[in-house]
């Protein structure tokens, strides 16, 4: 069985650019939720979609944004990208709801220079 | 404001040896607590869960302590090993009664076992 998948595994972007992160989790699993993880924050959850609807987002500014498409796969967005963006973004699914049992792909690695 | 803190932020423990790593949360609607185990260039993974009606759970060498008077939960590792060396993370979330769909993490555990 296929775990979660994102993609690309890294990125190198420019401050002011823009970038979409691409998420696809385990079949059958239509919750997915995305974590920033950084050295002096941890783990800081971003948003929730559950059936291409955002259930609870967390305390980030706008750029911040992302979507979820009938097939449960999901995509993130930041856009005028800042320094402090660097960080390794998660994309986690589960079957249930609400919430249990996240697994976690291995995510995106974002640098910002 | 931190609803989960866990300490200590590292640990060394010689092979064979038992590795505690310990959590408090504040918010008393938190129903769930998993412990996640994360390696290097890798995305955490499940490792054990706990919900409140039940103060202890073991699986295999790990054993998850529950104190729901104390708001604690701690995670025990018995005979640690090499290859258990990396960075554990607890977390809690709301399930049943209202979920706000998302896990809070404390800030991890880096895990050193020495052989």
């Known amino acids: 069985k296929a775990g979660v998948t994102q993609t690309p595994r890294y990125l190198i972007k420019t401050r002011g650019q823009q970038v979409t992160l691409s998420c696809s989790p385990i079949?059958?699993?239509?919750?997915v939720s995305w974590y920033q993880q950084t050295p002096g924050q941890g783990l800081q959850f971003l948003f929730e979609?559950?059936?291409?609807?955002?259930?609870n987002k967390g305390n980030f500014p706008g750029r911040f944004s992302g979507r979820q498409f009938s097939n449960s796969r999901s995509e993130m967005n930041v856009s005028t990208l800042e320094l402090g963006d660097s960080a390794l973004y998660l994309c986690?699914?589960?079957?249930?709801?609400?919430?249990?049992?996240?697994?976690f792909g291995s995510g995106t690695r974002l640098t910002v220079v | 404001q931190q609803q989960v803190k866990q300490s200590p932020q590292s640990l060394i423990v010689q092979k064979g040896g038992i590795s505690i790593i310990n959590c408090a949360y504040e918010?008393?609607?938190?129903?769930?607590f998993p412990w996640y185990q994360q390696f290097p260039g890798k995305g955490p993974a499940l490792l054990i869960a706990?919900?409140?009606?039940?103060s202890e759970k073991k699986e295999g060498r790990f054993t998850i302590s529950f104190n729901k008077s104390a708001k604690q939960f701690s995670l025990h590792i018995m005979d640690s090993q090499p290859g258990d060396s990396a960075t554990y993370f607890c977390?809690?979330?709301?399930?049943?009664?209202?979920?706000?769909?998302?896990?809070?993490f404390g800030k991890g555990t880096l895990l050193t076992v020495n052989p």
């Open positions: 706990i919900r409140p009606d039940v």
């Open positions: 986690a699914s589960t079957i249930y709801s609400p919430g249990y049992g996240y697994t």
């Open positions: 079949s059958g699993h239509r919750s």
């Open positions: 918010n008393t609607a938190f129903d769930y």
């Open positions: 977390a809690a979330s709301i399930g049943s009664g209202g979920s706000n769909y998302k896990l809070t």
């Open positions: 979609y559950f059936s291409e609807t955002q259930r």
